[in-house]
C-alpha cells in the first residue's frame, strides 16, 4: 500500500483529516498534529462536529450503495434514451449489475468510507484518556462515536460482507502492518453490535437531541435505528425471533422515551404533506431522526447535481404534464445538472395514481405528441433545493433515518413475529393518499398485495424512500439468498457474476487489491 500520512487540520469550528487521497492504508495520523491537538474541550467538539460533516461528504456513495443496484434508476427497455441526452459514464454498470474490479462507478476504495472510520478511532481513543470534559459530555461524544462507526460498518459489511475492522487509533507508520486482510462476517457483525452496545450505553437515558444542532448530530434515537436495522438484517441470517424482538424493542424505545416524533402530516408550501417532509422551509421536521445538513453557501447535494439531474438545456425540451407548460429553463427547467441515472419510467408507474408520493419523489418529463402528453423520462425531485441568483442549488436537508422508517421497519418486525402490522403500515398510507385515502381500499389489508405482508411493505418501501439509499438493502435484507433481488431487479441469470453470494455483494476495486495484497477479491468477481 501507499503511505500517506494525514495532517490533522481544523477549519473554523469543523475538524477534518486531509490528505492527497484516501488509500485503504487507513491513513495514519501525523504524531506530532496529534499530540498538540487534544489540549482543550474544544477540540472535541470540533472533532465530533467534524466526523458529523465527513459524514455528509459520504451521502453520495450510500445512495450509490444502498439504491442504484436496484430497479429504480436505468433505461427502460426499448427505449429511445433521448431524454437522458448524457453518457453514463459508468453508471449503468450499476443498475445493470455489470460491475467488475475496473469499474465499480464510485465506490472504490470501499466507497472511501474508512477515511472517517480511522478518525472516529482517534476521537474514541482521545475520549477515553481525556480529562478535559465531563463526564455528561464525554459519555455522548462516545455515544455518537461508536453508533457512528457502528453505521459506517454496516454500510460496509452489507455491501462487501466481512470486512477489514480497524479499531485501534493509527498514530504511526510502520510498512509491515499495512498489508491487512477482511474480518470474516460474523466477526464485522460482532463488532457492529459490539459498537451498538457501546453507545447505548454511553447515552444511557439521555434522549435528547444535541443543543446546538439537533437532529444533525448523531443520538440514541439514531444508534437505536440503526440497532433496528441490524438486528432485523441478522434475523433473517440464523437469529430469527430473538433478534427481531431486539429490533422491535429498539423501536418501541424510541417511540417510549424521544417526544414530538411524528408523521409529518400538514402540507406547507409543498404540495403535498409527504414533499413537505423534505422541504428547505421545513427542516429538522417531527419526521426527523437523524439528517445531514445542506445549506446555501455551506453545502449543496452536489452528488444528486452531478448525476441524478437534468441539464437546463435537455429539459426544457420537455413538458411538465400537471402543469400543463413546457419546462422553462429560467424557473422549472433550471435543474442545472447532469443526468447519468435517470429514473425508469416503469418505477414511475408502479405508483397510484392519487400516490402523492409519486410527484414528490419522481419528475416525469413528456412529448408534445398530436397534442397529447407521451411520457418521455422521468428523473429524481424530491430534493428541489432553492433558487439564488436564477440558479438552483439543492440545499435540502438529506435524511439518514425518520420516523416513516421507524413505522414500516416495526411493521417488518411485527410480521416476523407473528402480529398485525396494520397500524404502522396504514400510518404511512394514510399520509400518502392525504384526502384520498380510503382505509377500504388502500389500507392494509385490503390491497391486493397485502395479501404477502413482506411483499407489502417491500413496495411501501419502495414508494416511500426512493433516493434515501434503502432500496437494494431492503431487497437483500429479506432474503439472503436474493430472492427479491431476482423478483424485482434481475433474474439471477443476467448477472456475470454467477457465484450466488458474491454477485450480491460489490466487487473490491483494483487499485485497492493492488495496494494491499492481503485483500481477497469478493467471490465471483475477477481479482486481475
Known amino acids: ?20 487521497t484516501k488509500q485503504l492504508d487507513l491513513s495514519p495520523v501525523s504524531t506530532i498534529s496529534n499530540a498538540n491537538y487534544w489540549t482543550a474541550a474544544s477540540s472535541f467538539d470540533a472533532g465530533g462536529t467534524g466526523r458529523q460533516t465527513q459524514g455528509r461528504t459520504d451521502n ?47 465506490a472504490n476504495n470501499f466507497a472511501g468510507f474508512y477515511y472517517n472510520i480511522v478518525q472516529i478511532d482517534l476521537l474514541i481513543s482521545q475520549l477515553h ?36 475492522l480497524q479499531t485501534d487509533p493509527v498514530t504511526s507508520f510502520n510498512i509491515a502492518t499495512l498489508a491487512k486482510p477482511s474480518n470474516s462476517l460474523d466477526s464485522t457483525t460482532a463488532l457492529i453490535k459490539s459498537d451498538i452496545d457501546s453507545s447505548t450505553y454511553n447515552f444511557g437515558s439521555n434522549y435528547t437531541f444535541d443543543a446546538s444542532n439537533g437532529k444533525y448530530f448523531w443520538s440514541k434515537a439514531a444508534t437505536l435505528m440503526l440497532k433496528a436495522n441490524v438486528y432485523l438484517w441478522t434475523s433473517y441470517r440464523g437469529g430469527g425471533s430473538a433478534d427481531a424482538t431486539t429490533a422491535l424493542n429498539a423501536l418501541n424505545d424510541i ?6 416524533l411524528a408523521l409529518v402530516t400538514i402540507p406547507g408550501t409543498a404540495p403535498s404533506a409527504f414533499a413537505n417532509v423534505f422541504s428547505v422551509n421545513n427542516r429538522q421536521n417531527s419526521e ?22 437534468p441539464q437546463t438545456g435537455l429539459i426544457s425540451n420537455f413538458y411538465d404534464s400537471v402543469n400543463n407548460v413546457q419546462f422553462n429553463p429560467n424557473t422549472t427547467g433550471n435543474w442545472g445538472g447532469l443526468l447519468r441515472a435517470p429514473v425508469k419510467i416503469s418505477a414511475f ?19 408534445l405528441v398530436n397534442g397529447s402528453y407521451v411520457i418521455a423520462g422521468c428523473f429524481v425531485d424530491k430534493y428541489r433545493g432553492e433558487f439564488q441568483a ?46 384520498n385515502y380510503n382505509e377500504a381500499v388502500y389500507g392494509f389489508p385490503n390491497q391486493p398485495i397485502d395479501a404477502n405482508p413482506m411483499e407489502a411493505i417491500l413496495q411501501e418501501r419502495f414508494y416511500e424512500f426512493i433516493f434515501e439509499g434503502k432500496r437494494w438493502y431492503d431487497l437483500l435484507r429479506m432474503d439472503p439468498a436474493g430472492s427479491y433481488v431476482y423478483e424485482h431487479v434481475l433474474p439471477a441469470s443476467a448477472f456475470p457474476n454467477t457465484d450466488p453470494a458474491g454477485r450480491l455483494l460489490w466487487p473490491i476495486d483494483r487499485t485497492s487489491l493492488t495496494n494491499n495484497k492481503a485483500l481477497v477479491q469478493t467471490a465471483g468477481y475477477s481479482s486481475f
Open 1 to 20: 500500500m501507499k503511505q500517506i500520512i494525514t495532517t490533522f487540520l481544523i477549519a473554523g469550528i469543523i475538524s477534518i483529516f486531509s490528505s492527497c
Open 60 to 106: 453520495g456513495n450510500m445512495v450509490v450503495l444502498g439504491e442504484m443496484r436496484a430497479d429504480i434508476f436505468g433505461d427502460d427497455p426499448g427505449g429511445s434514451g433521448s431524454f437522458t441526452g448524457e453518457a453514463p459514464q459508468g453508471a449503468e454498470r450499476t443498475w445493470l449489475n455489470t460491475l467488475n474490479l475496473d469499474n465499480v462507478f464510485t
Open 129 to 164: 484518556s481525556t480529562s478535559l470534559l465531563t463526564q455528561a459530555k464525554k459519555s455522548e461524544y462516545l455515544g455518537i462515536a461508536f453508533g457512528m462507526r457502528a453505521y459506517y460498518y454496516f454500510q460496509l459489511m452489507r455491501s462487501w460482507g466481512g470486512v477489514i
Open 255 to 260: 417511540q417510549a422515551n424521544v417526544p414530538g
Open 288 to 309: 426527523i431522526i437523524f439528517a445531514s445538513r445542506y445549506a446555501f453557501s455551506e453545502a449543496t447535494m452536489t452528488f444528486a447535481t452531478s448525476t441524478f439531474l
Open 349 to 367: 408507474k408502479q405508483f397510484d395514481s392519487l400516490d402523492t408520493r409519486a410527484l414528490a419523489s419522481i419528475q416525469p418529463a413528456y412529448n
Open 390 to 435: 436564477g440558479n438552483r442549488a439543492i440545499t435540502n436537508d438529506f435524511p439518514i433515518y425518520r420516523y416513516a422508517d421507524l413505522l414500516l421497519l416495526k411493521a417488518e418486525a411485527e410480521v416476523i413475529l407473528g402480529m398485525n402490522p396494520a397500524n404502522e403500515i396504514n400510518q404511512v398510507r394514510s399520509r400518502a393518499y392525504g384526502s
